[in-house]
């Protein structure tokens, strides 16, 4: 069964570093999204991403943050200046394609993030 | 903010039938009924979905009331495996839409031996 791959498992990063969160997601599908989960706390939705564009953005997803689909595979999630705040668990997720109605995203297994 | 109602936790005995409520009583008539569940930190998984008739498939069971104001996940015969946070989702859907999830507490299924 095809599924969303996200590289790496953990990061590790000083407060103020540049990271970038991998995605692959599954090949037909034509939206991706960007979710987080600091430790305890709910799943937020950051940005949506569809023809090569955004589609939305929640207010997390502020200028430090910015997505790419590279190629025709990756999907990626960078942080230009990382804070201590960003530390959570980063799920990448993935839907479609364009004709299917109900849409259900399928999720990654995500990339801890931890900034020190 | 999320649109959707749970009980923050709930147990089940292994093998018995798990039935998570779950109140939406602000549903507009173009919102489905989605639940996913999160076990341990993995990401979340798609369990089903509705609009107002009843689902099942290999997973789980939706029941939608007739005002469809509040829904029903059931787990005909759950297992330690199923223990797990699930959420209740509801969201506008249609052809060439890949809308965002808003995920709220969720309820904390635990399925005891």
């Known amino acids: 069964e095809p599924e969303v791959t996200q590289t790496p498992s953990h990061q590790v990063t000083q407060m103020g570093q540049e990271v970038i969160l991998r995605c692959v997601p599954i090949s037909n599908h034509l939206y991706f999204y960007w979710y987080r989960q600091i430790l305890g706390q709910k799943v937020e939705f950051l940005v949506s991403?569809?023809?090569?564009?955004?589609?939305?953005k929640s207010e997390i997803f502020d200028d430090q943050f910015s997505v790419e689909r590279p190629d025709g595979s990756n999907f990626t999630l960078k942080i230009r200046s990382t804070k201590l705040e960003d530390s959570a668990m980063y799920f990448c997720a993935s839907s479609g394609p364009g004709n299917i109605r109900y849409n259900e995203q399928f999720f990654g297994p995500g990339t801890r993030l931890t900034v020190l | 903010d999320a649109k959707t109602t749970q009980p923050p936790s709930m147990d089940c005995a292994e093998g018995r039938a798990a039935n998570l409520p779950c109140n939406h009583s602000?549903?507009?008539?173009?919102?489905?009924v989605y639940w996913y569940r999160q076990i341990h930190s993995q990401g979340p998984q798609y369990i089903i979905h509705g609009l107002k008739n009843n689902e099942t498939n290999e997973m789980a069971s939706l029941i939608i009331t007739e005002d469809r104001k509040s829904s029903t996940l059931i787990l005909p015969h759950a297992t330690l495996r199923d223990t797990a946070v699930y959420y209740c989702?509801?969201?506008?859907?249609?052809?060439?839409?890949?809308?965002?999830?808003?995920f709220g507490q969720g309820t904390e299924l635990s399925v005891k031996p």
């Open positions: 989702i509801v969201r506008v859907v249609g052809y060439n839409q890949g809308g965002k999830l808003i």
């Open positions: 991403f569809y023809n090569n564009e955004i589609s939305e």
């Open positions: 602000t549903i507009s008539g173009n919102e489905y």
